[in-house]
């Protein structure tokens, strides 16, 4: 009896552990434009309705910050395009024309990945033009961009495209075009930019639901530069593409340039977006009600997404004084040691944001709350190592020396009466790690750590000023109420609390 209550008793932890494997949702990620959140909603809302548990992690930045989250299983997949697998991940020439399915799919299987579910459309990268502007100076193909009149054109390109294996340098290469890139911007600003003359030639893709409203006329690609870029979905081997082949070939040109409307034309939400087309609702016959920035700015993810915010603020900091305040004494205690130490810190000030968070990434194999801490953390180190010295070296020699006549140690005398007279100077520091922590928080968004910095980057991919607003004002509002609660810190510390 006993050996069959524990065989029971193993066989249920078992089956209780497999079910807790079985229920570890599905990670799905999306790049930061329009169509990528549109059909990363699409898939997880999929799954879900059919009993599967996933989770979508919006707007991770670039290509090459998903190929790292995916190679180290931070995110099970994301909708992909077969150019950009071939060219960007794979680094294929196009030569050969464009590969089969099959094909793809033994290039990826050495790096445990694999493509599937083609949903159905071509997405493709080409430049455009506003009709006036190309009809005035004669322009229907790429290859019209060599004639004298289009020499002093300006180019507002994104900056992916600009780094791209098939983007800019290779195009400019393809065509000898003279034209001269300026420096990067953001695919959805660019629209309004071409618009408003501020630039004449973007790059665009072709289901770009702005394309009509914007009047642009897209520029043939005479010689047949760009690839074909199927929307498909790029996957880790082991995921199970049965509860997804729903979507196979459901999503043509047409109905992916609606769907993107339905988010950048008539306001409506991702998530909303994809639940009408997963229930089958299609194109909705009225436009949604338009929303108050009041409602946007307090939605219901405003608590979430504050609460995400604040502990990446907080957390990084408590790290930052932890580690900082012992480097900043060893830096005053040991002169020789405080140029290289303080170098070392300030140095990490240096580092792009977005360039720290791909290596975090690369190294750790996770994506979102851990790699962004680490980040802040690193960033928040320079003012409260720096302050901690200052203030240290503040104190007047003969205090120190008055400590040790009277009895008390080194480590005493650092306690008792450096430290509390450097106080003002150190808690300067940390304040000042805090503030730019939240500003630098924002960030995180791009490596699916929530906070405020989610509807910014959300925002950017719709060229939605309220968007933007509704997550900026609370990280403003946040940076302020963090200096002022350091200002009463410092008053209760420092000077003691009043009469």
Do not use: C
């Not at 909708?79 to 024309?97: D, F, H, M, N, S």
């Amino acid at each position: 009896m006993i050996r069959q209550s524990r065989r029971a008793f193993v066989a249920a932890l078992a089956l209780s552990i497999g079910s807790i494997a079985v229920a570890a949702p599905l990670v799905v990620g999306s790049k930061r434009f329009t169509e990528s959140y549109v059909l990363g909603e699409i898939v997880k809302q999929t799954l879900v309705a059919q009993g599967i548990a996933a989770e979508h992690k919006q707007g991770l930045g670039n290509t090459g910050i998903l190929e790292q989250a995916l190679s180290s299983g931070a995110v099970d997949l994301y909708p992909e395009y077969t150019g950009t697998i071939v060219r960007e991940l794979l680094k294929r020439p196009q030569a050969g024309g464009n590969p089969s399915l099959a094909e793809l799919n033994e290039w990826l299987a050495p790096r445990g990945l694999k493509a599937a579910v083609p949903f159905g459309f071509n997405n493709t990268y080409a430049l455009a033009m506003t009709e006036a502007r190309a009809a005035e100076l004669g322009i229907v193909r790429v290859s019209d961009l060599l004639g004298p009149k289009a020499q002093g054109l300006r180019l507002g390109l994104s900056h992916e495209f600009l780094e791209r294996g098939d983007g800019w340098p290779a195009l400019k290469a393809a065509y000898r075009l003279p034209q001269t890139a300026a420096a990067g911007l953001d695919h959805g600003l660019a629209y309004d930019a071409v618009r408003a003359g501020t630039v004449d030639v973007i790059d665009v893709y072709s289901t770009d639901a702005k394309i009509g409203r914007y009047a642009l006329r897209v520029l043939q690609d005479d010689r047949g530069f760009f690839p074909a870029y199927d929307a498909v979905l790029l996957m880790r081997s082991a995921v199970d593409v049965r509860p997804l082949a729903r979507l196979e070939g459901r999503i043509d040109a047409a109905t992916m340039i609606a769907l993107n409307a339905q988010v950048e034309l008539d306001g409506r939400s991702f998530s909303e977006v994809a639940q009408r087309f997963v229930q089958g609702s299609g194109t909705p016959a009225t436009a949604a009600p338009a929303r108050g920035f009041w409602q946007r700015l307090f939605a219901p993810d405003f608590a979430r997404l504050a609460g995400q915010h604040l502990l990446l603020v907080f957390g990084s900091v408590l790290a930052a004084i932890l580690i900082g305040v012992p480097l900043g004494v060893a830096a005053w205690r040991w002169p020789r040691s405080s140029a290289w130490l303080l170098g070392a810190v300030a140095v990490l000030q240096t580092v792009p944001s977005l360039a720290l968070l791909a290596f975090l990434i690369a190294v750790l194999g996770s994506i979102g709350l851990v790699p962004a801490l680490i980040a802040l953390f690193l960033y928040a180190l320079l003012p409260i190592v720096r302050n901690t010295h200052a203030g240290l070296q503040g104190v007047p020699a003969g205090l120190a020396q008055a400590a040790l006549s009277l009895g008390l140690t080194s480590a005493q005398s650092l306690r008792e009466v450096q430290l509390p007279l450097a106080l003002p100077t150190l808690i300067a520091g940390i304040q000042t790690a805090a503030v730019i922590n939240v500003g630098t928080a924002t960030m995180a968004a791009f490596i699916g750590a929530g906070g405020f910095g989610e509807r910014i980057v959300a925002g950017l991919a719709v060229n939605d000023n309220a968007a933007l607003l509704a997550g900026a004002l609370p990280a403003a509002a946040l940076a302020l109420l963090v200096q002022g609660a350091f200002n009463l810190i410092e008053r209760w510390l420092v000077r003691g609390p009043r009469a």
